[in-house]
T-cell receptor, first 113, second 112 residues
Framework: EPEVTQTPSHQVTQMGQEVILRCVPI?????FYWYRQILGQKVEFLVS????????KSEIFDDQFSVERPDGSNFTLKIRSTKLEDSAMYFC???????????FGSGTRLTVV | AQSVTQLGSHVSVSEGALVLLRCNYS??????LFWYVQYPNQGLQLLLK??????LVKGINGFEAEFKKSETSFHLTKPSAHMSDAAEYFC??????????FGKGTKLSVKP
């Protein structure tokens, strides 16, 4: 079963620092996503990416955030100048609308101190 | 606009009892619906999905869900709960733009 791979699994960073969360989507998937889950809350959509550009973003995804697909396999989420409230689990997902496949990675737990 | 409502933030059942987790959706187009399970400190694992084929969908670990358009529901069931089923369960609907809208989740406890 193909997997979405996320690294690192845990990251602790100081407030104000920049972090980059990495994801390797499933190779034949076309759409890529980032979601966020603050501890004890529901999963929230951040951004979707298709054909090398952002296709949709939520109100959470402000100028502090950016995404990139720097090569043919990686998909990254950059958070500039992290804040305490950015502490959350961040999930990457990829999908193939033709097959209906929609797969999440195991997440990166970000702790901002 | 699509949305999902999960009734009951916490459900407790005895081992061997029926599990029923409720999900109602709102969608202006034929929906794609999903159930995910999340074990403590872990990621989201797909249990099953409805993509407009058979209305009764069978998933992993003995779970199934029935799509009922007239009731706008997609409830998750399992005939006999096992201790290992204790987890949080999320229902989600896929928007036409592709991203998922999640419910608030239902935490399932299984008593011995």
């Amino acid at each position: 079963e193909p997997e979405v791979t996320q690294t690192p699994s845990h990251q602790v960073t100081q407030m104000g620092q920049e972090v980059i969360l990495r994801c390797v989507p499933i190779s034949n998937h076309l759409y890529f996503y980032w979601y966020r889950q603050i501890l004890g809350q529901k999963v929230e959509f951040l951004v979707s990416f298709y054909n090398n550009e952002i296709s949709e973003k939520s109100e959470i995804f402000d100028d502090q955030f950016s995404v990139e697909r720097p090569d043919g396999s990686n998909f990254t989420l950059k958070i500039r100048s992290t804040k305490l409230e950015d502490s959350a689990m961040y999930f990457c997902a990829s999908s193939n609308p033709i097959t209906g496949g929609y797969t999440f990675g195991s997440g990166t737990r970000l702790t901002v101190v | 606009a699509q949305s999902v409502t999960q009734l009951g933030s916490h459900v407790s059942v005895s081992e061997g009892a029926l599990v029923l987790l409720r999900c109602n959706y709102s969608s202006s187009v034929p929906p794609y619906l999903f159930w995910y399970v999340q074990y403590p400190n872990q990621g989201l694992q797909l249990l099953l999905k409805y993509t407009s084929a058979a209305t009764l969908v069978k998933g992993i670990n003995g779970f199934e869900a029935e799509f009922k358009k007239s009731e706008t529901s997609f409830h998750l069931t399992k005939p006999s709960a096992h201790m290992s089923d204790a987890a949080e369960y999320f229902c989600a609907v896929r928007r036409s733009q592709g991203n998922l809208i999640f419910g608030k989740g239902t935490k399932l406890s299984v008593k011995p």
